[in-house]
């Protein structure tokens, strides 16, 4: 038997992501309509000339985007930061040791307080029109605990990274080599199995240029792609070594010299931009149309957790770049979506063509760029994730 189709038709503006079906970087088309068969786009093309379909939603002129592609999370934890978040609005610089208050009750947590934790971020930041969510481990420190953290998060999302080089665990606070050797050894061999990424902090703080290479050429041998924290409080080897390695992308991206830019315009790897951490942080901003400029490939991401950037509100990051790192509201959209699925090297989500997974929303507005234009307001009504409407309101 056929697969029932669904036709939502008289969209007002749809963001395809594909510059060969419309306007633009963005593929903007008026007055349009998009064809959902079996999970799958099925055709997107002018109201007007809309197939049959079993059934049919009226958008009433609403937009229609992508559903976001949130590159960088990390939501497998547990306990509160709000005295840290208060201090430091009050004058305290962040730096990474803040990271431990959080592994403390990460580990004193059961699994299903992790896990209640995860799906209740993971349904917010859908209300918000994500629709593909990466996250980390991270939190736990240990083989077990950063296992367990993956074993959660895999059994919930796609795309989840192995981050056991966040910070050094407090009983390695003496021997970072020693904490190393654990990585890249026996809680590299706990965790494999349940990622597909390996990312490392390679930062002050964290890890330096050999230990980050260390633990992302030790995730590389076991079959896992890597992504590195690069260049956010420092200029560092951060972006070199992630461009020297292949890696799917660099994020944060906030201090680059011009060999930095150069390195990233060159390769293939994703500059993953974080406007939420510099907001929560008061630190500068990245510069977005330096990198843009250079023809660099840009992501959006939220960088949602709970210390130093605590919003999974995509549209949000959307605005804060547009108004702070000298991004176009189009520019920005595409980052959040077409960005986002190549740091993550996706083809099938990020864009509405024929064969893309039919992951979408629709905007209480008429165009994408009231993203920008009407920062903090909850614009989106409507959600479809794989085909199936998940959100509405």
Known sequence: MAAATTLIRDIGTLVTGDPELGEGPLGLLRRAAVLIEDGRVAWVGPDAGAPAADAAHDAGGRACLPGFVDSHSHLVFAGDRTEEFNARMSGRAYTAGGIRTTVAATRAASDAELAAT??????????????????????????????????IAAARLEEVTYLGAHVAAP?????????????????????????????????????????????LTAGMARGLQPRVHANQLTYGPGVQLAVELGAASADHCTHLTDADVAALADGETVATLLPGCEFSTRAEYPDA?????????????????????????????????????????????????????????????????????????????????????????????????????????
């Not at 996250?135 to 736990?140: D, F, I, L, P």
Request: charged share 25%; with cysteine; hydrophobic share 40%.
């Open 118 to 151: 995860l799906d209740r971020y993971v349904r917010e930041a859908l209300r918000q029109g994500t629709t593909t969510l990466e996250t980390k481990s991270g939190y736990g420190l240990t083989p077990q605990e950063e296992a367990r953290a993956l074993r």
């Open 289 to 393: 149309r330096r990198l843009l400029d250079a023809g660099v490939t840009v992501a959006l991401s939220t960088d949602c957790n709970p210390g130093s950037s605590f919003t999974s509100s995509m549209s949000f990051c959307i605005a804060v770049a547009v108004r702070e790192m000298g991004m176009t509201p189009d520019e920005a959209v595409w980052s959040a979506t077409v960005g986002g699925a190549a740091a993550l090297r996706r083809e099938d989500v990020g864009r509405l063509r024929p064969g893309s997974r039919a992951d979408l929303m629709l905007l209480d507005a008429p165009s994408h760029v009231h993203l920008a234009y009407r920062p903090g307001v909850p614009l989106v009504t409507d959600v479809w994730q794989g085909g199936a409407r998940v959100v509405h309101r």
């Open 171 to 215: 009983e390695y606070a003496d021997d970072v080599a020693g904490y190393v050797d654990l990585v890249t050894g026996p809680m590299l061999d706990a965790c494999a199995p349940h990622a597909r990424w390996v990312d490392v902090f390679c930062e002050r703080g964290a890890f330096d240029g050999d230990q980050a290479r260390a633990v």
